[in-house]
Each structure stands twice: as C-alpha cells, then as structure tokens.
C-alpha cells in the first residue's frame, strides 16, 4: 500500500528536482564564469572536486548516476559561494558535504541486513537526484546568489544579512538536518527499542512514518552537531553560527517526523517532498533565530 501511494506521488519528486536543479545550474553556470575569470585556479579546483566527489559516491553505490551528478551540481555550487581568497578547499561547504555524505553512508549501511529483513533498507543502487536534490537542494538554494539577490529586495532579510554573522547558518542548518534525519532514521531501526509514534508516543513497528526512538533521536542530535560544528569551523564562522545551524538541524529534522506522521501517512507527501520540506524548515528556523538575535531588543 505505502510503495503504491509512493508511486502515485512521484510527480512530487520531480517537482522537488525542478525547484532545484535549474536554479542550481544557471547559478553554477554564473559562479564558474565569475571565478573563471578572476581565479582560475579556484574554478578548476571546486568543479574538479566536487566530480570527483560524484564519482567517489558512484563507485560506492550511494548514488546512481544521475544522484551523483546533481551531487556534484551543487556540492560546486555551495563550494563556490563559501570560496574566499586566499584559497583552500577545506575552508568552504566541501567540509560539511563531506560529513554529511560519510555519516549518511555509514548509518545507512549499519545492520543493512536487519532493515532488508524490515523492508526499509535504502535501494542498493543508491539515491536518485531527486533524493539527492531532497535533502541537500535548500542548501545550495539558500547559498544561491540568485536567490539572494532575489531575497535582498525584502527589507527583513537585508536587515539579518547585513549582521557579522555568516549567512551560511542557514544553509549550514539544511545541511544538518539532511544528516540528522538519515542518521536519526538509520540509527534508531537498528539500535533502538520499539519506537514511538511522535504525535501520540504509541509503539509503532521500526520503519513507521513519524517513528522515533531515544537512539535515533540523540544519534540524530549529534549529526546535526557534527555537520554544524564542521561546517562553522570550515568557514570560519563564531559559536553563534554554530548553534543556530545545530538547532536549525534539529529542529527540521524533529519536523520531519511530525512531516511522516501526518501528511506522509495519510498519503498526501511523498519522501522527498518531506525530505524537501524538512530541510527547509530547518533554514527557517535558523533565520528566524538569525532575525531574534539581530532585532533591537533581542540578543
């Protein structure tokens, strides 16, 4: 029943994967040319790693072919919109990428063979783009300097832009939800006990939409703290960027339970539009802390 209601809202995916990827190419596209011609060396080293990072996760069958390329796609992208001079590729969005692809890998395949006897291990071929462009497209979207400009227009997100505080919580806040709720979903089917329904705390079967256990739930914590303790160091950002990326995680990955126990259940969204969704809550979140810190009267 649930894969039948899966395939009837595949046009939510590429829905997603249209949000996304044009965007991220025409910015790409721009990004390239920019660095292209101010520092050659910037551009070759982002576009080079970042396929080289797409090719890693082909080989390893975390992706299939078209996943890892829209990987790539915006790994450049969020690369190239934390690239600063003097440059080091351990100083961008590489870093946080990286821990969010290795604990998602990790935690996927830890007891592979209990969640195959479940029947919620992830596909051996790996994500599609349009899993891939779920959980990391809010991300790029957010470091997108298309989007910003576009965004610059309204007067309340000028005014938290403006602060000292690094816009890159925000996407560094996406990025940690997108570890928190795989490592947090991965984690629980294996080490934890019966899990909770998050709406009415009832045990549920592992694998159950809008399920959570104690493991998950702190497994998933601390990924988000992983990425976003990462991420701010990579870019060089203060311990306010860092907490507001960590709750950001949090609390979008906390959503995405509530996302599964009512709307996926019920049929109405498929997994990447909750992957999508989650991910962005978390941005808001951690925009919404941005804007309380930086208000006059606030921290």
Known sequence: MKRMAQTELAWQSKVVLLAVLPIVAAGLVLQTHWWATQSPPVAIMNIGLSLLLGLVVLKLRAATLAGAGVGAAIT???????????????????????????????????????????????????????????????????????????????????????????????????????????????????????????????????????????AGTLAGAAAAGIVAALGTHAVSGDAAMFWISCAGGIFGFVFDSFLGATFEKFGWLNNDAINFLSTASAAAFALGLMAVFTHPGGG
């Open 76 to 214: 450049a992208s969020l690369m190239f919109s934390t690239a600063v001079v003097p440059y080091t590729p351990w100083q961008t969005a590489l870093v946080p990428v990286l821990a969010v692809s290795l604990l998602a890998h990790f935690a996927t395949r830890l007891g592979r063979f209990k969640k195959e006897r479940l029947g919620t291990a992830e596909s051996r071929q790996g994500r599609s783009a349009s899993q891939v462009a779920a959980n990391l497209g809010v991300a790029a979207l957010c470091s997108n300097e298309l989007v910003q400009s576009w965004l610059m227009d309204h007067q309340w997100f000028a005014r938290v832009t403006i602060v000292p505080m690094p816009m890159f919580a925000a996407p560094l806040a996406a990025l940690a939800e997108a570890a928190a709720d795989t490592v947090s979903s991965e984690i629980g089917q294996v080490l934890g006990m019966k899990p909770r329904m998050v709406t009415t705390l009832r045990r549920v079967d592992a694998g159950t939409d809008g399920a959570i256990s104690l």
